[in-house]
C-alpha cells in the first residue's frame, strides 16, 4: 500500500472556490456541433439560459455574443461563491472536465471529500481510463491515498469483504481498447463485461484474468526467469499494450506522463528523480506486486510474449591522436593581424622564435592591457585567473618573455615600501 498523502483534515472551501473560478474563465471549445454542443468545465452546450431582472429567463449564444458570455459567467460565479459544501462545486463541474478538476483541487481536500470525488468521477466518466487529465500512475495514486472504504458505500464494502482470496475479474474488450487490457475498470459480472464488448456494436470478448485481492502465494523463480524479466525491451512492451511514444533525443518519451523517459529496458522519471529496469516499471506504473510484475513481463497477457532489449554494445574508445599539423600559419596571421591588430614583424618574429604556448598567451593578454605606451601592471595572481593557468606557469611564461626580450619587467613599491605588482612593458 502506498503512503498516504498529507491531507488537510477538512478541505479548504475558500481554495476550491478559487480553482473553480480559475476553470470558469478557461475558453470555451467548439465542436462539429456547435454552438449546441460545446465544452467547457461548466457547460456543454453554447446555448444557455440567462437570469434576467424580474424572474425571467433569456436564452444566449455563448459562441457568438461576448457580453452574454460575461454576464454567463458573472452567473456562474455567483453560484461558486453562494456553494456551502464542497461536493456542491463538483456537481458544477461538466462530466468531460470532473476528472481534471479533481486533479488540480487534490491538495486542497481532505480524505473523505478525495473519495467521494473520485468514486463519483470514475463512475459517471465515459472514459476515465484515457482521461487526458490523468495518468494511469496518477489515477493510481488517488486511489491508494484514500481509506478503500471510503470509496465504497455499506453494500459495496460488505461485497468487497466477502470476496474470496482468489476472485474471477473481467474487461470488455473491443477493437478500441484490446491494447489497454490491464486498465483499471474491471467487473464481477460477465454480462457486463459481455455488454461493454458489445454496446458500439463491435464483436468483443470479454478479457478475463485471476487476480489475488489479498494473499499473495509464494513463487518461486528462477535466476534465468528474473533475468529474461528484467531484460523486457520496455519500448516494445509499451506500444504492445496500446502505449504512444514519442522520440526524445535518443530516448522515447510516453505520451501519458511526458516526465518518462524509455530507452531500451531502462526507464527514468525526470520528475521524481526515479528509474529502473521492467519490473519496477510495471510495479510502479501498474501497481502490481513483484510476482504479478515479472508473470506479466514472462507471459505478456493471452500468450503474447515480450521480446528482450538488445545487449548495449559499447564501441572501444579510439586511441588519442593530435590532429594534424597546419602546413602553413595562415589563420593564425589572419586572426592576429586583422583581429587583434597586431605588427606583421611581431607576429613573425613569434612564429621563428617557438615560444611556448604559455608565453605566447601571457604576452598576448599582457599586451592587450597595456596602454598606448605599452605598459601595465596586472597580479601573477590576475593573470593566472584570467588566462586559467598556475601561478607557476604564468612565472615561467614572464620569464621566458623577459629573456628573449618580448617584456621588460620593474619592480613596483608601496609608499610604506612594501613591494606590489611588478610593471610590465611589452616591447
Same mark, same amino acid.
Given at each position: 500500500m502506498a503512503a498516504k498523502r498529507n491531507r488537510p483534515i477538512e478541505t479548504d472551501l475558500k481554495k476550491l472556490k478559487s480553482l473553480a473560478h480559475s476553470f470558469l474563465e478557461l475558453d470555451i471549445q467548439p465542436t462539429k456541433m456547435s454552438p449546441l454542443v460545446v465544452k467547457h468545465p461548466f457547460t456543454d452546450s453554447g446555448i444557455v439560459g440567462l437570469h434576467k431582472e424580474g424572474g425571467n429567463t433569456a436564452v444566449a449564444d455563448l459562441t457568438s455574443d461576448s457580453a452574454s458570455l460575461q454576464a454567463w459567467r458573472e452567473q456562474c460565479g455567483r453560484l461558486i461563491d453562494e456553494a456551502e459544501k464542497p461536493f456542491e462545486l463538483f456537481l458544477m463541474i461538466t462530466k468531460p472536465y470532473k476528472?481534471?478538476?479533481?486533479?488540480?483541487?487534490?491538495?486542497?481536500?481532505?480524505?473523505?471529500?478525495?473519495?467521494?470525488?473520485?468514486?463519483?468521477?470514475?463512475?459517471?466518466?465515459?472514459?476515465?481510463?484515457?482521461?487526458?487529465?490523468?495518468?494511469?500512475?496518477?489515477?493510481?495514486?488517488?486511489?491508494?491515498?484514500?481509506?478503500?472504504? @471510503?470509496?465504497? =458505500?455499506?453494500?459495496?464494502?460488505?461485497?468487497?469483504?466477502?470476496?474470496? /482470496?482468489?476472485? %474471477?475479474?473481467?474487461? #470488455?474488450?473491443?477493437?478500441?481498447?484490446?491494447?489497454?487490457?490491464?486498465?483499471?475498470?474491471?467487473?464481477?459480472?460477465?454480462?457486463?463485461?459481455?455488454?461493454?464488448?458489445?454496446?458500439?456494436?463491435?464483436?468483443?470478448?470479454?478479457?478475463?484474468?485471476?487476480?489475488?485481492?489479498?494473499?499473495?502465494?509464494?513463487?518461486?523463480?528462477?535466476?534465468?526467469?528474473?533475468?529474461?524479466?528484467?531484460?523486457?525491451?520496455?519500448?516494445?512492451?509499451?506500444?504492445?499494450?496500446?502505449?504512444?511514444?514519442?522520440?526524445?533525443?535518443?530516448?522515447?518519451? @510516453?505520451?501519458? =506522463?511526458?516526465?518518462?523517459?524509455?530507452?531500451?529496458?531502462?526507464?527514468? /522519471?525526470?520528475? %521524481?528523480?526515479?528509474? #529502473?529496469?521492467?519490473?519496477?516499471?510495471?510495479?510502479?506504473?501498474?501497481?502490481?506486486?513483484?510476482?504479478?510484475?515479472?508473470?506479466?513481463?514472462l507471459d505478456g497477457e493471452q500468450g503474447v510474449e515480450y521480446p528482450m532489449a538488445k545487449q548495449k554494445e559499447e564501441a572501444p574508445p579510439k586511441p588519442f591522436e593530435l590532429p594534424p599539423v597546419n602546413g602553413d600559419c595562415r589563420r593564425v596571421y589572419a586572426y592576429l593581424l586583422k583581429q587583434r591588430h597586431i605588427d606583421r614583424e611581431v607576429v613573425s618574429h613569434f612564429v621563428k622564435a617557438g615560444l611556448p604556448h604559455r608565453a605566447r598567451a601571457v604576452y598576448m593578454y599582457l599586451r592587450d592591457r597595456s596602454g598606448a605606451a605599452g605598459s601595465c601592471w596586472p597580479g601573477i595572481n590576475t593573470i593566472a585567473a584570467d588566462l586559467h593557468l598556475s601561478r607557476s606557469t604564468v612565472k615561467r611564461a614572464l620569464n621566458e618573455l623577459t629573456a628573449k626580450g618580448y617584456l621588460q619587467k620593474e619592480s613596483r613599491f608601496r609608499p610604506n615600501g612594501s613591494s606590489t605588482s611588478n610593471l610590465y612593458t611589452v616591447r
Open positions: 476528472l481534471g478538476f479533481l486533479k488540480y483541487a487534490a491538495p486542497f481536500l481532505s480524505e473523505q471529500d478525495t473519495a467521494l470525488f473520485l468514486s463519483q468521477a470514475w463512475i459517471i466518466t465515459e472514459a476515465p481510463n484515457a482521461d487526458p487529465n490523468l495518468s494511469k500512475r496518477e489515477l493510481l495514486s488517488l486511489f491508494r491515498s484514500v481509506d478503500p472504504q @471510503m470509496l465504497m =458505500d455499506e453494500e459495496e464494502y460488505e461485497l468487497f469483504r466477502s470476496l474470496d /482470496d482468489v476472485v %474471477t475479474v473481467y474487461r #470488455g474488450v473491443t477493437s478500441y481498447n484490446a491494447k489497454n487490457v490491464m486498465a483499471l475498470s474491471w467487473t464481477l459480472n460477465r454480462d457486463t463485461a459481455e455488454w461493454f464488448a458489445h454496446r458500439f456494436g463491435e464483436q468483443g470478448t470479454p478479457f478475463f484474468v485471476l487476480e489475488v485481492t489479498e494473499k499473495m502465494p509464494y513463487i518461486h523463480f528462477t535466476e534465468e526467469q528474473k533475468n529474461r524479466a528484467a531484460s523486457v525491451d520496455l519500448e516494445e512492451f509499451l506500444r504492445m499494450r496500446g502505449e504512444k511514444l514519442t522520440r526524445s533525443g535518443g530516448e522515447k518519451r @510516453m505520451a501519458s =506522463d511526458h516526465s518518462v523517459t524509455i530507452r531500451g529496458s531502462e526507464w527514468y /522519471d525526470h520528475a %521524481t528523480e526515479k528509474g #529502473g529496469g521492467p519490473i519496477s516499471f510495471v510495479r510502479d506504473f501498474y501497481g502490481l506486486s513483484y510476482p504479478e510484475a515479472v508473470l506479466l513481463l
